[in-house]
């Protein structure tokens, strides 16, 4: 997929206009991911049927040229005595007139190349946007920063992180590959396009490296060449503040392109800032990441991401238990359910078991046609932010039979009403490449949300199903808490979200953490206020 040709203005600044032709939003959700598989292969087949016909046209081609090749080889050597005979000089002259003419004009390569072209916009409806590429560039920036991933290691197709100077596993996919110089250039092409050279020096440094290691050879399928990647490299490092290593690249890109007048110009401005201001070196651990207005607690949550459940502090406390619960129901008392007290303040507990293989598939199946890209609150409305990427659906109890059968087993456990209007429809929740849901309250804090759209309260409580499992991250994270909790498959987990007294807990401050390696489903039940004036007793110390 090509870019609009940059523009180049002045002191060096590289602006692409990128207009999107349409929203694209693959990237939110694995599944749509998984589909795009199925596409390709089309496209192999397409690419298939190209390369058996221009393979057929050259092998044309090469007869006809060994066809000529031995008449002059063998019919040609005496000029005279094969031009007397007049077969021979009529099919010369009609190889010249007509049969060259038809070899060098034929339209068959240009037939088969628009063959090609037409098959691959039978599919292009289905193909990833400029917004997909760009979204799964973010989704490798954030897995870089949220589990201080090293982007050499990314590159080789490794999730490293350097500790105590060594690097380290993060986890081993079962699967992965490397990336080229090309794939890197993109992704540092985004980070750079938003002007968040952070991540662009990082990116760009390591295809540089690549397209080096290469020969700085291009081939037909990529976006960038070592001058692209040199190009907007120098500048990101002019842009931190390093002068000396953006003059460096710069000579060397003029070694490749020697007339290139732009970069002259910067190669001037640059000397002479030199000259005036002493060069300070800058080197790429020194840069500093961009801020996030959303990301206030960031380095709690990036901690807790990273420790993946391991907080022995935490689950040493000895008021945390497992035990075998019925809550007193009785369609609990022959099969009580597992029950694990993660957390007293706020009260998390993780119920093992929960959900069976067979209905995982059935709310995953039912939920796939309804995805749609997640919303948050933004005032009275919702909106998609890029602080949440994931695709939900919400299933009502009469989409399929499960859905009524989850509902009435939530019930019985929490002792909540959990019909509508007093229970939300179920929410199905699939997350997108290194999908996350940054640090949030279930609750709503503002009068205007539209939780309250209901007229049933704000959410008492959450009850969150995980109906997969993941190889590494995903996990939960309770901020303010101190903990995490890693993906436990058919399990569920719940929580208040307000006091007794219908404030909001603000200890209940959470994040689903970025998807490392695997495809992530959870759905969630959210249970409002009313309606629970019997399940849920207020206290009479207005306090609690």
């Known amino acids: ?24 939003e693959m990237f939110t959700s694995l599944l749509n991911v998984k589909q795009a598989i199925s596409v390709e292969r089309k496209l192999i087949n397409y690419l298939r049927t190209y390369i058996d016909h221009e393979l057929q046209r050259l092998e044309d081609i090469k007869r006809f040229y060994a066809k000529v090749s031995d008449l002059h080889a063998q019919v040609y050597k005496g000029p005279a005595a094969a031009m007397a005979n007049p077969l021979v000089a009529f099919t010369l002259i009609k190889r010249l007139h ?23 916009e039978e599919e292009e409806a289905d193909l990833p946007k400029l917004e997909d590429l760009q979204g799964a560039a973010m989704g490798l920036m954030r897995l870089q920063d949220v589990y201080a991933l090293q982007v050499a290691s990314l590159a080789r197709g490794r999730f490293q992180r350097v500790t105590n100077g060594k690097p380290i596993d993060v986890c081993i996919p079962a699967v992965s590959v490397p990336l080229s110089g090309d794939d890197c250039f993109l992704v540092g092409k985004v980070a750079y396009e938003q002007e968040d ?50 003059l460096s690249l710069s000579h060397e890109l003029l070694h490749h392109d ?32 961009p801020t996030s207005n959303y990301l206030r607690t960031r ?27 019925t809550n007193g129901s009785p369609g609990l008392l022959l099969q009580p359910v597992r029950r694990e007290v ?17 209905e995982t598939e059935d709310v995953k199946r039912v939920a796939q046609l309804g995805l749609r890209r997640s919303v948050v609150a933004a005032g009275e409305k919702q909106a998609t932010a890029d602080y949440r990427v994931s695709k939900s659906a919400w299933l009502k109890s009469s989409a399929h039979s499960i859905v009524g059968k989850l509902d009435q087993r939530i019930s ?60 590494a991250g995903g996990s939960t994270a309770f901020i303010y808490a101190n903990f995490s909790v890693p993906v436990v498959e058919k399990a569920a987990i ?14 209940t401050l959470h994040a689903g953490c970025p998807v490392l390696i695997g495809d992530k489903w959870v759905a969630n039940k959210w249970i409002h206020e009313h309606g629970q004036e019997f399940q849920h007793r207020c206290s009479l110390n207005p306090e609690e």
């Open 1 to 24: 997929m090509k870019y609009i040709a940059c523009v180049y203005l002045s002191w060096g600044l590289l602006a692409s206009a990128v207009i999107p032709v349409s929203v694209g």
């Open 98 to 120: 007509s049969e060259w003419l038809n070899v060098v004009y034929s339209n068959e390569a240009m037939e088969n190349t628009q063959a090609l072209r037409s098959s691959y």
């Open 197 to 246: 050279y952070y991540h662009s020096v990082h990116w760009l440094e390591e295809s540089v490296r690549l397209f080096r290691g290469t020969g700085g050879e291009w081939s037909p399928e990529n976006e960038g060449t070592l001058e692209d990647a040199l190009d907007h490299l120098a500048f990101s490092h002019f842009k931190t503040g390093n002068v000396s290593y953006a």
């Open 258 to 289: 020697p007339m290139n007048g732009r970069v002259l110009q910067n190669v001037e401005k640059y000397e002479k800032l030199l000259v005036a201001i002493p060069p300070i070196s800058i080197r790429s651990d020194g840069l500093r990441r």
């Open 299 to 325: 380095d709690t949550y990036e901690r807790l991401c990273q420790t993946r459940g391991s907080q022995p502090m935490h689950f040493k406390n000895p008021g945390l238990f497992c035990d075998y619960f």
């Open 342 to 358: 993660l957390s007293l303040q706020p009260y998390v507990v993780l119920y093992h078991n929960f959900i069976t293989d067979t």
């Open 412 to 471: 019985m456990i929490t002792g909540l009403n959990v019909k509508h209007p007093y229970g939300e429809y179920l929410q199905v929740v699939n997350y997108g490449i290194g999908g996350h849901y940054e640090p949030h309250f279930d609750h709503a804090t503002s009068p205007s949300s539209p939780v309250f759209k209901l007229k049933t309260g704000n959410r008492v409580a959450t009850f969150m199903l995980y109906l997969s499992s993941v190889e």
């Open 494 to 507: 719940f929580w208040w979200n307000l006091h007794r007294n219908g404030e909001g807990d603000v200890d």
